[in-house]
């Protein structure tokens, strides 16, 4: 039950934009939360309101007002969220079926709660010795295309090393096996994820008016063919391509801009597959833009939502019997470790093609991955050695007497 606790509800506004804000047990808007909200962008707004309310409720059982508020009662609130804490300060305020935060989850409420209290100096709602706890961090600049100055944050975890999930061949292969892959819509959502590595967001939210699937398109702005990923907050699907870049989305009745993406023949010949057997013969239940839709029963015609492509990948690998979870991501990892390595570890050409700010970002992350291609040199390495071979039987030519 919600009745005593701070929520978060969507705000639909008369122009068609979405807001994420936080009501207080009262039904009345958090006009403080508000202040902080309303900085960022619908995604980011919305990834920050439940981070902050979470952090709201602990302040409600707890019976604490943030003008009372320590730096030491924010770090064992932190060590809360993480399951380091027991107590008042550890899960007293969340609901039996609320987890523990990862360090990625934790970030994103370090980052609001410390945004929270600064933006209370304004009214003096909050302990100077608390400002000055959250500002006291070193600084540092972000490099790549938007270069500014950050803050380190006291309260955020320590990252550790990232080391993305490496999706072998044969998990891909065994995916594509006869009959684990039911529709062609269903071969089409693989094969784009795989070849082109988008985000399932940017995958779900493509229009039609994305697709540029000719050489030399009217839009002037790639001589491939290519597809636009536009971050639009009105999909129907609620699907959210993340983009780094200011989007003007039609010029001359094309969309420009956005992340540019090279699309592979098998993405454009499963595309058409896909809107030749199935879209069209249920295209007059369509009331919208988007690409993807579901095809049969009572929502037939309506936009694929993300989790549904999630739900696909799921009934796929228990079909190709698989004893693994592929995730979306985990194909874009995969496409860009392999782009990473195939031309020849060249971060700033990666980043410009999945459309991210900073070649380090590939170099950090992604990168890692490629490492896998040090195996061949390895190997190498371990064959010219002098030492003998440890076993009797490694010995070339020599077999063992349970063979002869």
Same mark, same amino acid.
């Given at each position: 039950?919600?009745?005593?606790?701070?929520?978060?509800?969507?705000?639909?506004?008369?122009? !068609?934009?979405?807001?994420?804000?936080?009501?207080?047990?009262?039904?009345?808007?958090?006009?403080?939360?508000?202040?902080?909200?309303?900085?960022?962008?619908?995604?980011?707004?919305?990834?920050?309101?439940?981070?902050?309310?979470?952090?709201?409720?602990?302040?409600?059982?707890?019976?604490? !007002?943030?003008?009372?508020?320590?730096?030491?009662?924010?770090?064992?609130?932190?060590?809360?969220?993480?399951?380091?804490?027991?107590?008042?300060?550890?899960?007293?305020?969340?609901?039996?079926?609320?987890?523990?935060?990862?360090?990625?989850?934790?970030?994103?409420?370090?980052?609001?709660?410390?945004?929270?209290?600064?933006?209370?100096?304004?009214?003096?709602?909050?302990?100077?010795?608390?400002?000055?706890?959250?500002?006291?961090?070193?600084?540092?600049?972000?490099?790549?295309?938007?270069?500014?100055?950050?803050?380190?944050?006291?309260?955020?975890?320590?990252?550790?090393?990232?080391?993305?999930?490496?999706?072998?061949?044969?998990?891909?292969?065994?995916?594509?096996?006869?009959?684990?892959?039911?529709?062609?819509?269903?071969?089409?959502?693989?094969?784009?994820?795989?070849?082109?590595?988008?985000?399932? %967001?940017?995958?779900?939210?493509?229009?039609? +008016?994305?697709?540029?699937?000719?050489?030399?398109?009217?839009?002037?702005?790639?001589?491939?063919?290519?597809?636009?990923?536009?971050?639009?907050?009105?999909?129907?699907?609620?699907?959210?391509?993340?983009?780094?870049?200011?989007?003007?989305?039609?010029?001359?009745?094309?969309?420009?801009?956005?992340?540019?993406? *090279?699309?592979?023949?098998?993405?454009?010949?499963?595309?058409?597959?896909?809107?030749?057997?199935?879209?069209?013969?249920?295209?007059?239940?369509?009331?919208?833009?988007?690409?993807?839709?579901?095809?049969?029963?009572?929502?037939? %015609?309506?936009?694929?939502?993300?989790?549904?492509?999630?739900?696909?990948? !799921?009934?796929? +690998?228990?079909?190709?019997?698989?004893?693994?979870?592929?995730?979306?991501?985990?194909?874009?990892?995969?496409?860009?470790?392999?782009?990473?390595?195939?031309?020849?570890?060249?971060?700033?050409?990666?980043?410009?093609?999945?459309?991210?700010?900073?070649?380090?970002?590939?170099?950090?992350?992604?990168?890692?991955?490629?490492?896998?291609?040090?195996?061949?040199?390895? $190997? $190498?390495?371990?064959?010219?050695?002098?030492?003998?071979? *440890?076993?009797?039987?490694?010995?070339?030519?020599?077999?063992?007497? *349970?063979?002869?």
């Amino acid at each position: 039950m919600d009745d005593d606790r701070f929520v978060v509800r969507k705000v639909r506004h008369r122009d !068609g934009r979405l807001s994420h804000w936080i009501f207080t047990p009262a039904g009345e808007v958090h006009r403080p939360a508000l202040a902080v909200l309303t900085r960022y962008g619908t995604a980011t707004q919305e990834t920050y309101a439940y981070s902050l309310v979470d952090h709201l409720n602990w302040l409600h059982v707890n019976n604490r !007002g943030p003008d009372s508020v320590t730096f030491d009662d924010l770090r064992r609130y932190m060590s809360g969220v993480t399951g380091q804490a027991d107590g008042v300060y550890g899960l007293a305020w969340r609901r039996p079926d609320q987890k523990p935060l990862g360090t990625s989850a934790a970030g994103n409420v370090a980052t609001v709660v410390k945004a929270f209290y600064l933006s209370l100096q304004v009214t003096g709602e909050v302990r100077p010795d608390l400002v000055e706890a959250l500002t006291s961090g070193r600084s540092f600049t972000q490099h790549g295309r938007s270069k500014r100055s950050i803050e380190s944050n006291p309260l955020a975890p320590r990252k550790g090393s990232r080391r993305p999930r490496f999706l072998p061949d044969e998990i891909v292969e065994a995916l594509f096996e006869p009959g684990v892959l039911t529709t062609a819509r269903d071969v089409m959502i693989v094969t784009w994820l795989h070849d082109g590595g988008l985000r399932v %967001g940017g995958l779900c939210g493509l229009r039609f +008016c994305d697709l540029h699937l000719t050489r030399h398109h009217p839009c002037g702005q790639r001589a491939d063919p290519h597809v636009h990923v536009v971050g639009r907050d009105d999909n129907p699907n609620g699907a959210r391509a993340k983009s780094y870049v200011s989007a003007s989305p039609t010029r001359d009745g094309y969309t420009v801009d956005g992340v540019i993406r *090279a699309v592979s023949d098998d993405m454009i010949s499963t595309f058409y597959a896909y809107l030749l057997d199935e879209f069209h013969p249920i295209q007059h239940l369509v009331d919208h833009e988007q690409i993807l839709v579901h095809l049969g029963g009572a929502t037939a %015609g309506a936009a694929l939502h993300t989790g549904g492509v999630r739900k696909v990948l !799921g009934r796929a +690998c228990d079909r190709a019997g698989l004893d693994v979870r592929v995730l979306p991501h985990s194909f874009r990892h995969k496409a860009a470790a392999g782009l990473y390595a195939e031309s020849d570890f060249n971060a700033e050409l990666v980043a410009q093609e999945f459309g991210w700010s900073s070649p380090a970002m590939v170099t950090d992350v992604y990168g890692k991955s490629a490492n896998r291609h040090a195996m061949k040199f390895l $190997q $190498q390495a371990w064959e010219a050695t002098a030492r003998p071979p *440890a076993e009797h039987y490694l010995t070339p030519g020599v077999t063992s007497g *349970a063979e002869e």
